[in-house]
């Protein structure tokens, strides 16, 4: 699977638009657009920022299949 299709699933597993989720990896959502599609990939600093999201979205999957609050 290419890094663009992971990060898009990623987001919209989150509920997050291209804007929502190129904020919280502080990057523009021109940048996110490029990376879903293709056509650039994450800096070193940006895929530590979407790995780091994606490891806390996983506990809060975890957390809530288990019952327990975030």
Same mark, same amino acid.
């Given at each position: 699977m +290419? &890094? /663009? =299709?992971? &990060?898009r699933?990623?987001r919209t597993?989150?509920?997050?638009t291209?804007?929502?989720f190129?904020? =919280?990896v /502080?990057v523009?959502? +021109?940048?996110?657009n490029r990376?879903?599609n293709?056509? /650039?990939?994450p +800096?070193?600093?940006?895929l530590?920022r &979407?790995?780091?999201?994606q490891? =806390?979205?996983?506990v =809060?999957?975890?957390?809530? &299949?288990r019952?327990?609050s975030?």
């Amino acid at each position: 699977m +290419s &890094i /663009g =299709k992971m &990060i898009r699933e990623l987001r919209t597993a989150m509920g997050l638009t291209q804007e929502q989720f190129a904020a =919280k990896v /502080g990057v523009t959502f +021109s940048t996110v657009n490029r990376w879903e599609n293709g056509r /650039g990939r994450p +800096s070193p600093l940006a895929l530590r920022r &979407i790995e780091e999201m994606q490891a =806390k979205f996983r506990v =809060k999957c975890k957390m809530r &299949i288990r019952g327990e609050s975030a």
